[in-house]
């Protein structure tokens, strides 16, 4: 049987940038732009030239992309010619191969927001896209409330579609804005759209997440003959988000009924580099990923309950729904209270440390670590810690250098211009090889900015480490997580330090404690530490 | 037409205890037990007695709910009876009026994983079964990868249904294990085993969110016949999670078609408490809630786009699929780069600022949050430092008191007993009604605690504030939390600082700098502005 094609139409740079929180640079822009042509959606819809000077920028320095690049605007108003309205030709000025109007199908909003008659509605339709159409550009039509339209005047929402559709529009594209329809009713309505003459391949879904279902929605229109779907990465979006395409994409390729019906523009290939692009953007918003986000989540094929990791290490497919390599994600066998013996042994073994089954010590260090976690600290995310925690239990950790005490000032106070400006100073006192050795830093940085007390401590504990000096000089600090935690019955601050080579190792430590320097100062020396392991 | 009754089963204290970073103390559990018999569920999975002591310590201290309480356990092993398997006996021995046990429908799990012959699998279902009706429990067979096994080989797949339905089992549910099958299989497969003569009234359904689609499928089953739903609150659970109860039990009682066809032990009364419901777990697990969450969520019904805005501020239908306050949430209009000037008004106007529209003031307000967004300031999340910027950029915030300097030392070493401990001490200098206070705290709580710098800052900045001083008496830092961002070119840190007073209310303040001390400077001086403000 031969597949069908199915496209997809990403909308991560205009509707994604409606997250709360979420506002794109340019560049910005231009890299989630690439990266997306590179896995290999069909369409990248920039955002609405004029409506802000962000999306303006954009389209001026746009990457020459693969996929069409497509300009997002709304249909002329009421009272002037397409070729006269200034928004339409702010739009039209991108240049961009396709372009997608927003238009309304409900005839409340119609008469209320828009406050026209219905039949004007139509011809605003009909007019500004057939000017796409005359332009040469490749036209869709965005039909906003859709489905609330046909639960409330089925015959006037086919009709604007209908409009659109005999002015030449290739995409019309039924959205389901306030995100309130749920699976089965998209399917249903789909179906009725299709029966009353509009084709399904040159239909469209939007829909959103209000309900949880985005992603199931969007497969029931498909299910119904729909071939675009509109999305968005890590389901970025306003309010709850829009239809995740970092989870419908691995469903269309791996999935059944899917993978064997239809064909979308994203190779095997690319589909291995999906955790990374998702991981990247989150970089780019500095938003903390979504670690249970399905496929890609660094919980996704984390196997915690004691049974499911023994029969995972029999055999992955028995509690794997795909293989995590397919979408360049990775097993994980986490600790926790719930671990059972054979999880511990296996986040041994990857720390490169072998007990025998049975052997008391693994008893003892899970009880070290349930003790800890009580504490606040959580070794899940923390690999390194919990190889230093296990080789101290175990005695296999080695004794590199002592500290005996550290001392860090904050001072802020007007400089002789009048500016409050900052600075932070820290004194570290460690004994290596029998010898005591003093250390100073400050938290002024090359720029003359202030970087703060735990760079001024970091930066003192690092400086003279005698005969280990050498090992740890390619070592640097590239991400800083601070948690408040509940540390028995106080509130106590978690620290993790994620560290980085030369040989591009990357690393991450914990620290816990009520004082924030403290809980830092304790991950800055198993990061430290973690690094002459490896160095011997 | 009458409605149909359809029961909730909820598993978040045990499949929600399998979430990576999970891990419930017994007197967690029972808060928890509670919260969920207030919102009405049907059963209360507490956990699997014998496996781990925090569960068998729940089940001695249970509270008495109305919703049945429920015990997990899994099948008798073979080679002996149901009476001697002390793996079943330890769950019996929870006393709880219904039971749940897992047991094998997957023909190659049974043979590989067991390594049983089929039949002695069928005998070991049905006669544990039958050992759980006989002692006159509710007993529910959870047929553990259930599609898998169906779509291999259904006909053995439904013959283990029908050996645990034969022995009296109340509820048969299907469960997903791995999560990997899409909504339309999960009700084609239901509808095929009700086809095979097991009643729909029997059968409940237990899906995974590694396809973002666990509410649909779910969902799926029922439009199938199913009439259980498993779950959890806030979708908690293995992997990407467990069916979101959070999510279903709106759907289900707000929601076509689902509304007028069935009904479920939540009422009207208790849905108005879900938002703070989920909070609260999330308290309880230290985690941050997830701001996109489907109804419950900070962004559920947050209106970005200006357009939006606008049209919200007119008729709230517009936009929202339903009224938040039906679900205990709230509307917010956030600002951000794309807030056009409405959204602005009504955020000032929420903070009892009235600005006439077109006021240059307005212009001039949006371009100094956006340079300061640029910087890493975040103002959606911080309300309190907006009214206050928006006061200084309008002329409007009084000078309550002026800070001069500080200076916080962090020292750790060792005491007399020769154990490493850490203290904080703080000088704050301010000018108030012209007179200059210079106060000092240090870190040491009542019990002997250190509790760090920021605390130490925090009690000497509040120490002498003149004649304010009665009016910050009975404020308290609640909530202190710590993001890394990307102010401009360099990382700095974001300081949310949440603050409450003796009346109840709660406001949350904003600092940005590379030095986290600074940063938690800014956020208590904003916080102690916003007081006097009020108090004034």
Redesign the interface.
Known sequence: MTKERLYLYDTTLRDG???????FSTAEKCRIAEALDRLGVDYIEGGWPGA?P?DSAFFDNAPKTRATMTAFGMTKRSGRSAENDEVLAAVMNAGTGAVCLVGKTHDF?VE??LGIPLDENLENIARSLAHIVAQGREALFDAEHFFDGYKANPDYAIECLRAALEAGTRWIVLCD????T????VGEITAAVIAAGIPGDCLGIHTH?????A???S??AV?AGARQIQGTLN?LG????NA?LT?LIP?LLL????ASRYEIGVSRDALRSLSAISRQLDEIL?R?P??????V?????????GL?AS?IL??PS?????DPETVGNAR?I?M???AGQSNLRRRLAEAGITVAPGDPALARLLDTIKAR?EQGY?Y??AQASFEILARKELGQMPSFFEV???????????NKYDQMV?L?EAVVVVKVDGEKKLSVSE?MDA?G???????ALAKALAKDLGPYQDQIADMRLV????????GGT??A?RVIIDSEDAEGRRWSTLGV??????AS?EALLDAINWKLLRAE
Chains 1, 2 share one sequence.
Not at 182 to 185: A, G, K, T
Not at 513 to 518: E, F, R, T
Request: glycine share 6%; with cysteine.
């Open positions: 940038q409606q997250t709360q929180g979420v506002s802000n962000t909003h209320t927001a804005t306030n995100g309130g749920l699976p089965v009713e997440n209000d309900t949880e279902s992603v199931a929605a497969l029931a299910d389901g306003e309010r709850c988000g995740n989870t469903t999935k059944e009924p899917y500095n903390v979504m670690r249970q986000a399905a496929y989540g660094a919980s996704a094929f984390a196997h915690k309950a499911h029969a029999k055999d028995t509690y794997e729904h795909i994980v986490p926790s209270n719930q976690e959580s899940d995310s005996k005490r550290y001392k860090v000032t904050i001072e802020r106070r007007k900052s932070s938290s720029e900015c202030d970087r703060g007390p735990v760079n991400d800083f997580k601070v948690r408040i935690t509940q106080e509130a601050t404690s009520p004082n924030i320097v403290d100062f």
